[in-house]
């Protein structure tokens, strides 16, 4: 069996719709959408060693099924820069999941590497009621959540579909170079959305997914966050 399907058997097992943040990468990195490098910590010591591994600057992130929305939880620290840093931000993210919800399970704290700024993107999925898997397009931050500028179409896509979605947003003129920005890697963009297709058809009980933020780049793009919600 792949990664993918052991992902899905095991968190229906457990009773679980939401997959972790580490599964839901493993999946992507099955379907070649890029995302950041990361390792599960289970203790202090583990983090530290993890955060040499990656290199500096990185990231912690609280890993649990009870806590869909990180940030919300007081559970993301980016720009750790180091040993120190890092066990500080362990220490502190694992206080800051207690208070959010005492009863919260761990599975770990997610250290990873810390993506550059970049322009933002955004690719989403759900299955429609209607129309069945629906795939979404748009920039992150407020083109999104406050401009809903944003484009649909009904998965499976082709190449064209997909270059027509990332095309056809009104937020597209900032990925093609603006000002001192470099255009981004439109081709990578059209990537992912063709691999998300694919694994939304492969996985119909897939119910929503987001890949939100993804930092688009001159070369290539990369997948910050990822979230799979399962029927
Ligand atoms: P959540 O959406 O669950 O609150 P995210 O994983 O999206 O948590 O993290 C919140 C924000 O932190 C992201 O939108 C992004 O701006 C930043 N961030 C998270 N992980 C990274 C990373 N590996 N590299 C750079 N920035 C990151
Ligand atoms: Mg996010």
Redesign the pocket.
């Known amino acids: 069996m792949n990664e993918t399907s052991k992902i899905i058997s095991q968190a229906r097992l457990e009773g679980r719709k939401a997959l972790l943040?580490t599964e839901a990468k493993t999946i992507c990195m099955e379907y070649a959408i890029p995302v950041?490098k990361?390792k599960l910590a289970k203790i202090e010591s583990e983090a530290a060693e993890f955060a040499e591994e990656l290199g500096f600057p990185?990231?912690l992130?609280i890993v649990s099924p009870d806590?869909?929305?990180?940030?919300?939880a007081g559970?993301?620290m980016?720009n750790l820069k180091s040993n120190v840093e890092v066990q500080d931000a362990y220490r502190k993210i694992l206080e800051n999941a207690k208070k959010y919800k005492a009863t919260a399970k761990i599975a770990g704290v997610l250290v990873?590497?810390?993506?550059?700024?970049s322009t933002?993107v955004i690719i989403g999925a759900i299955k429609d009621t209607q129309f069945g898997q629906t795939l979404m397009f748009g920039l992150?931050g407020i083109f999104v959540e406050l401009l809903k500028d944003v484009t649909f179409r009904v998965a499976p896509i082709t190449r064209e579909d997909a270059h027509e979605m990332v095309t056809e947003v009104k937020a597209y003129p900032l990925l093609k170079g603006y000002r001192n920005t470099p255009p981004a890697d439109i081709d990578a963009i059209i990537n992912i959305l063709l691999s998300t297709s694919k694994l939304i058809m492969d996985y119909p009980e897939i119910k929503e997914l987001d890949l939100?933020?993804i930092?688009a780049y001159a070369d290539g793009a990369?997948t910050?966050?990822a979230?799979i919600i399962l029927e």
């Open positions: 943040e950041t990361f990185v990231v992130k806590i869909i929305h990180k940030s919300d559970g993301v980016v990873q590497e810390m993506a550059p700024q933002e992150g939100n933020p930092m990369k910050v966050d979230r």
